[in-house]
């Protein structure tokens, strides 16, 4: 029995696909690694351009002895209350530089990611943002990124 | 963002809120304390804290062996909204 009533019909409703696997292998110890930080929690240097709150999806870089009291957040998408007292909430830099400080990693890559992830252009951000910021990290040698705001 | 990193060929891990979400959107490695969107490497100031969980984030990137794990860590922290 066909139960189709009209051919072509399509959900209204976006249902994203998992996407295949990507891997690639971790080849270094932590102590002999450079971490760099990746947040789409919206951390950007509190002197450079703020997000569009409605949907944005370029990034900015922050450097790896940017002071943690320079940085703030942009970001329409989630209660930015803790954010705002302490950025390590959700860009963990102090803590990563006290890691390497302590011989945990070697060293704090010296540039970071800011984004405004929960929302924007999907496409623009797969294929053009996410490339771009890949490509920087790098060419800086980083050896394993560590996300946020997943 | 993190798939297009791991494509790129650096390693990745990231710290959920959400590890359904991250689940369907194909992480390669996760960990999930138990933390609000607003506070994913802890509570504000709290150093012992977010000292832990990245610690733990970073030996689960090299412990994890099979794309899409997602691992729990024994951290709680509630935000007062």
């Given at each position: 029995m066909d139960l189709t009533v009209v051919k072509g019909l399509q959900s209204e409703i976006f249902v994203p696909i998992t996407p295949p696997l990507v891997w690639t292998p971790v080849t270094k110890e932590i102590k002999d690694m450079k971490i760099a930080l990746a947040t789409a929690?919206?951390?950007?240097?509190?002197?450079d351009k703020r997000f569009n709150l409605a949907g944005d999806f370029t990034f900015r870089t922050i450097p790896g002895?940017?002071?943690?009291?320079?940085l703030m957040v942009s970001h329409?998408?989630?209660?930015n209350g803790d954010v705002n007292k302490d950025v390590n909430c959700m860009f963990p830099i102090d803590r990563l530089r006290e890691l390497a400080a302590a011989g945990f990693i070697k060293e704090v890559a010296p540039v970071h990611v800011g984004f405004m992830g929960g929302g924007g252009n999907q496409e623009k951000f797969k294929n053009e943002t996410g490339p771009a910021i890949a490509k920087i990290l790098k060419e800086e040698g980083v050896d394993a990124v560590l996300l946020t705001a997943g | 963002m993190q798939r297009a990193i791991e494509e790129a060929g650096i390693p990745t891990i990231v710290i959920a809120a959400l590890p359904p979400v991250v689940k369907q959107a194909g992480t390669p490695r996760a960990v999930a304390p138990r933390v609000p969107m607003g506070a994913n490497a802890g509570a504000p100031h709290d150093v012992e804290m977010q000292t832990a969980i990245v610690k733990d984030s970073l030996e689960e990137l090299v412990k994890i062996?099979?794309?899409g794990t997602i691992v729990p860590l024994p951290y709680e922290y509630i935000a007062k909204v």
């Open positions: 929690a919206g951390v950007h240097l509190k002197s002895d940017a002071p943690s009291n320079e329409g998408g989630y209660d | 062996t099979t794309a």
